[in-house]
Nanobody
Framework: QVQLVELGGGLVQAGGSLRLSCVTSGSIFRTNVVGWFRQAPGKQRELVASITTSGRTTYADSVKGRFTVSRDSAKNIVYLQMNSLNSEETAVYYC????????????WGQGTQVTVSS
């Protein structure tokens, strides 16, 4: 049963912006922390940003000031707004969810490709 679906990936020029959407089930949206990860070819997967059910956010240092994670309670969607993208941020972006008491994310979407051309 797929409970997380990423939308919005694509090709963007360096310096440009893109917004990703993570469409979730209502139960996940209401109870879980949702995180955005990315994995570039040959690199480890990294946590980019996360948001709790109360709206508290965290960001990787590399994206602070450029990326914004937000929630739409009416649509059960978590967004990742990405600005000033650079070519090193080309990766598959995933959204994932975890219960608040867990340290690991255990529900994952299928991922969406983001390609930043230089």
């Amino acid at each position: 049963q797929v409970q997380l679906v990423e939308l919005g990936g694509g090709l963007v020029q360096a310096g440009g912006s893109l917004r990703l959407s993570c469409v979730t089930s209502g139960s996940i949206f209401r109870t879980n922390v949702v995180g955005w990860f990315r994995q570039a070819p040959g690199k480890q997967r990294e946590l980019v940003a996360s948001i709790t059910t109360s709206g508290r956010t965290t960001y990787a240092d590399s994206v602070k000031g450029r990326f914004t994670v937000s929630r739409d309670s009416a649509k059960n969607i978590v967004y990742l707004q990405m600005n000033s993208l650079n070519s090193e941020e080309t990766a598959v972006y995933y959204c994932a969810a975890r219960a608040p008491w867990r340290s690991d994310f255990d529900s994952w979407g299928q991922g969406t490709q983001v390609t930043v051309s230089s």
